[in-house]
């Protein structure tokens, strides 16, 4: 299975403050059609997961562009520009070029 | 307005079988791979499986292949997700998910307990 890596596990924010959250991929995540299958998914507490960012840098419907996210092959980022209350919760990478799919450990993000 | 809304969840018996079902709109169901993703509590997000769009084909987690079984009916709109000889390790909160992850249901929690 692709091992996806992700750190720091927790991160302490205060509102305004910019951030980035490292993805490491076990293998690359470059599809035979030449695309990266690494998506950026968002849960907030209670919530259902959300998706912010598809194959690696697209951002999802009705996504604020204070995120974004870049990378490639094996190492991936996803950063958040001037974090709001709203962007609170836990972030997970995804891969979905390989079988099984697999997700990273997540990152919690809270207020400092 | 895209919807996705599982139901069938419930304590259950170690042993037993139960049936997840998610029903879909907003959306043409039949034209989307489809996936269940679960969440044991206080964890990550694990991937179960998928189903091609005509129901053709599935793809499963090695660890839920042959307890897990993922089928779907185009003309209810409805994916399902068939689970056998359910464990303690089962207790999750299982979600469907478009394959591209654009959308989530609101997850149905299966506790397997005593």
């Known amino acids: 299975d692709v091992v996806m890596t992700q750190t720091p596990p927790s991160l302490s924010v205060a509102i305004g403050q910019s951030v980035s959250i490292s993805c490491k991929s076990s293998?690359?995540?470059?599809?035979?059609?030449?695309?990266?299958?690494l998506h950026w998914l968002l849960q907030s507490p209670g919530r259902s997961p959300k998706r912010l960012i598809y194959q690696v840098s697209n951002l999802g419907s009705g996504v604020p562009d204070r995120f974004s996210g870049t990378g490639s092959q094996k190492d991936f980022t996803l950063k958040i520009s001037r974090v709001e209350a709203e962007d609170l919760g836990v972030y997970y990478c995804?891969?979905?070029?390989?079988?099984?799919?697999?997700f990273g450990g997540g990152t919690k993000l809270e207020l400092k | 307005e895209v919807k996705l809304v599982e139901s069938g969840g419930g304590l259950v018996l170690p042993g037993a079988s139960l049936k997840l079902s998610c029903i879909v709109s907003g959306f043409t169901f039949s034209d989307y791979w489809m996936r269940w993703v679960r969440q044991a509590p206080g964890k990550g997000l694990e991937f179960i499986g998928e189903i091609k769009p005509d129901g053709s084909k599935t793809n499963y987690a090695p660890s839920m292949k042959g307890r897990f079984t993922i089928s779907r009916d185009n003309a209810k709109n409805t994916l399902y997700l068939q689970m056998s000889s359910v464990r303690s390790e089962d207790t999750a909160t299982y979600y469907c998910a478009i394959a591209t992850f654009a959308y989530w249901g609101q997850g149905t929690l299966v506790t397997v307990s005593s």
């Open positions: 995804a891969q979905t070029t390989h079988f099984p799919r697999t």
């Open positions: 293998q690359s995540l470059v599809y035979s059609d030449g695309k990266t299958y």
